[in-house]
């Protein structure tokens, strides 16, 4: 049998690395999430949430919600310190599928490109339903025009 070209060779691995790191990649995000999984409404989701945000969040993100002092300021390491989750933040200005990723993998992470974060990622740290859980009690403590209008973001991201 007459043996492949060499730079044929070369460029079938390269298509195949760039395609299982696509699919690696694919894999992390949102894996099993949908848009609108977020339950502010639902009494014992919102208590459970509000238990897991007290113990894992409120160091950085404050008891209530109100983030650090001069967030938007970069820290002396480059770093941003935690913004608040209540409406003057812009925690609300992101989908549930996007909070989703951000709590599970770390902004770290997701950003790329050796981006730092004092943010850790709670992937080995709380499981899915609880992700979701303190998410949802992040929810219920925003203005009901506030929700509303995170509903409607995640309406159109589920198109
Ligand atoms: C050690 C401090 C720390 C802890 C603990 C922490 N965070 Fe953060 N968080 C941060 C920082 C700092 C940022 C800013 C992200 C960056 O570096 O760009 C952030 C950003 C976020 C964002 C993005 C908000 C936005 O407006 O873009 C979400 C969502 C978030 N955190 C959720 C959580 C949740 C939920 C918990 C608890 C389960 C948590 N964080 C615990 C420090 C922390």
């Known amino acids: 049998m007459k043996r492949p070209h060499p730079v044929l060779m070369a460029l079938i691995v390269t298509a195949i690395a760039v395609a299982a790191a696509g699919v690696l990649f694919q894999d992390r995000i949102s894996d099993g999430f949908?848009?609108?999984?977020?339950r502010p409404d639902d009494p014992r989701t919102v208590a459970l949430g509000g238990e897991i945000y007290?113990?894992?969040?409120?160091?950085?993100?404050?008891?209530?919600?109100?983030?650090?002092?001069?967030?938007?300021q970069r820290l002396a390491n480059g770093r941003l310190p935690a913004p608040p989750h209540d409406e003057t933040g812009h925690t609300w200005h992101h989908s549930d599928g996007q909070l989703f990723d951000l709590t599970k993998y770390g902004p770290a992470v997701l950003a790329g490109g050796g981006y730092q974060s004092d943010m850790p990622a709670y992937e080995?740290?709380?499981?899915?339903d609880e992700i979701i859980a303190v998410l949802s009690f992040i929810k219920s403590r925003w203005p009901r025009a506030v929700r509303n209008r995170h509903d409607r973001l995640?309406?159109?991201e589920a198109r």
């Open 124 to 128: 080995d740290i709380l499981g899915d």
């Open 34 to 38: 949908r848009a609108n999984s977020l």
């Open 154 to 156: 995640n309406a159109q």
């Open 54 to 72: 007290r113990r894992e969040c409120a160091a950085c993100h404050g008891e209530k919600l109100e983030g650090q002092p001069a967030w938007r």
